[in-house]
């Protein structure tokens, strides 16, 4: 079993993280937050043995496998650094880090130690997006044309803080969302984007961020891809769409942090429900993470796979504030 210790006193961790910890039979033996007072309340909380500021007392604890780290983007670099130096596994909030050089630091110092780095892309861990990716690759649809994904929602009331005004903690939808679809395209096609071109707006929900934005990526293969991610879309709905010469993939619904939505797919024999996994998806995380630990084969997300998802969440910042299209390049 697995022994946690948390890095920020987080809403995921309380909302998902900490019972998906104790459902793959791990504990949580320390929470660390940037005061005392609320580490001890949180660890109360939620049942979890200790409450520090000092993230150095949970890392000297011999104890302790592994750090999830959900603090607010700013700080999971330093973070991370500590608690691979101190040779614990890592799995990390995306985005991973705010540049992608101390992402890649990230990625060369868990390399580096010998201990696992793991991106907390709940996506590709999810039943209905493993099947969609089973579709493409079996060539259920064939030559692959063009993919959608949207992911306009409201952000609910209880995460209005630094998303939405703390440019400096990486709020911003990009930042949040767009890394998510940049991993769950990645995972789905099993290809990297080449380039983006973006438009980004502010809507009124923040202050000093993006709350809304636009891309258009091509991947390796030539497919095009449209993310569409926003705050501030009170009657919107996520959902998935592979288009190809044989078929289409129709997946209302999946881009969610809970087991949900329907895939169809569509060809000329007719239009077919499939089936999927309804499995919690941050439990599959955890199973993922616990295979590469082992050093067995997963399908979790590498430091890497991390580095890229941030790579074109930045590009598509880019793209928008100058208009122009940012080609992308990533070193093995
Ligand atoms: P929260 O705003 O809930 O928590 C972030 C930090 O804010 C905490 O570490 C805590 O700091 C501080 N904080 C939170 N609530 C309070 C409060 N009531 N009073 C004072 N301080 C507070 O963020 P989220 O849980 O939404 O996100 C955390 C990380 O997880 C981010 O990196 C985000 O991108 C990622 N995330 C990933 C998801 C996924 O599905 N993979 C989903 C949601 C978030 P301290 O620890 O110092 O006390």
Same mark, same amino acid.
């Given at each position: 079993? *697995? &022994?946690?210790? !948390?890095?920020? #006193?987080?809403?995921?961790?309380?909302?998902?993280?900490?019972? @998906?910890?104790? %459902?793959?039979?791990?504990?949580?033996?320390w929470?660390?937050?940037?005061?005392?007072?609320?580490?001890?309340?949180y660890?109360?909380?939620?049942?979890?043995?200790?409450?520090?500021?000092?993230?150095?007392?949970?890392?000297?604890?011999?104890?302790?496998d592994?750090?999830?780290?959900?603090?607010?983007?700013?700080?999971?670099?330093?973070?991370?650094?500590?608690?691979?130096?101190?040779?614990?596994?890592?799995?990390?909030?995306?985005?991973?880090?705010?540049?992608?050089?101390?992402?890649?630091?990230?990625?060369?110092?868990?390399?580096?130690?010998?201990?696992?780095?793991m *991106? &907390?892309?709940? !996506?590709?861990? #999810?039943g209905?997006?493993?099947?969609?990716?089973?579709?493409? @690759?079996?060539? %259920?649809i064939?030559?692959?044309?063009?993919?959608?994904?949207?992911?306009?929602?409201?952000?609910?009331?209880h995460?209005?803080?630094?998303?939405?005004?703390?440019?400096?903690?990486?709020?911003g939808?990009?930042?949040?969302?767009?890394?998510?679809?940049?991993?769950?395209?990645?995972?789905?096609?099993?290809?990297?984007?080449?380039?983006?071109?973006?438009?980004?707006?502010?809507?009124?929900?923040?202050?000093?961020?993006?709350?809304?934005?636009?891309?258009?990526?091509?991947?390796?293969?030539?497919?095009?891809?449209?993310?569409?991610?926003?705050?501030?879309?009170?009657?919107?709905?996520?959902?998935?769409?592979?288009?190809?010469?044989?078929?289409?993939?129709?997946?209302?619904?999946?881009?969610?942090?809970?087991?949900?939505?329907?895939v169809?797919?569509?060809?000329?024999?007719?239009?077919?429900?499939?089936?999927?996994?309804?499995?919690?998806?941050?439990?599959?995380?955890?199973?993922?993470f616990?295979?590469?630990?082992?050093?067995?084969?997963?399908?979790?997300?590498?430091?890497?796979?991390?580095?890229?998802?941030?790579?074109?969440?930045?590009?598509?910042?880019?793209?928008?504030?100058?208009?122009?299209?940012?080609?992308?390049?990533?070193?093995?």
């Amino acid at each position: 079993a *697995v &022994n946690w210790a !948390l890095f920020g #006193a987080s809403t995921i961790a309380s909302q998902y993280m900490i019972s @998906a910890i104790r %459902a793959n039979a791990g504990q949580v033996s320390w929470v660390v937050s940037g005061s005392r007072d609320r580490a001890e309340r949180y660890a109360r909380d939620n049942g979890i043995a200790r409450g520090t500021s000092e993230m150095e007392e949970a890392l000297n604890d011999p104890s302790v496998d592994a750090v999830y780290i959900s603090s607010t983007n700013e700080k999971h670099k330093d973070q991370a650094l500590a608690a691979i130096a101190a040779g614990k596994h890592v799995l990390c909030e995306k985005p991973l880090a705010m540049t992608l050089s101390d992402a890649a630091r990230m990625v060369a110092a868990a390399r580096e130690k010998g201990v696992t780095l793991m *991106v &907390n892309h709940h !996506l590709r861990c #999810a039943g209905s997006h493993r099947a969609i990716r089973k579709l493409i @690759a079996e060539g %259920a649809i064939g030559a692959l044309r063009s993919v959608r994904v949207f992911h306009a929602v409201h952000l609910p009331e209880h995460l209005r803080g630094w998303r939405l005004d703390n440019p400096g903690a990486g709020g911003g939808v990009v930042l949040d969302m767009t890394v998510h679809d940049t991993d769950t395209v990645r995972f789905l096609l099993g290809e990297d984007p080449v380039s983006v071109t973006a438009e980004t707006d502010a809507t009124g929900m923040g202050a000093g961020v993006e709350d809304s934005a636009m891309s258009v990526w091509r991947m390796q293969s030539g497919t095009m891809v449209f993310s569409h991610v926003s705050f501030n879309h009170p009657f919107g709905t996520t959902g998935v769409e592979i288009h190809g010469s044989d078929g289409a993939i129709f997946a209302p619904g999946v881009i969610s942090q809970d087991p949900k939505g329907e895939v169809w797919l569509t060809t000329s024999e007719g239009r077919r429900e499939i089936t999927f996994d309804r499995g919690n998806l941050y439990d599959s995380v955890l199973v993922e993470f616990g295979k590469a630990v082992r050093g067995e084969a997963h399908s979790g997300a590498t430091g890497l796979d991390g580095v890229k998802s941030l790579a074109v969440a930045l590009a598509v910042r880019e793209a928008a504030r100058t208009g122009q299209r940012q080609p992308l390049q990533f070193e093995e």
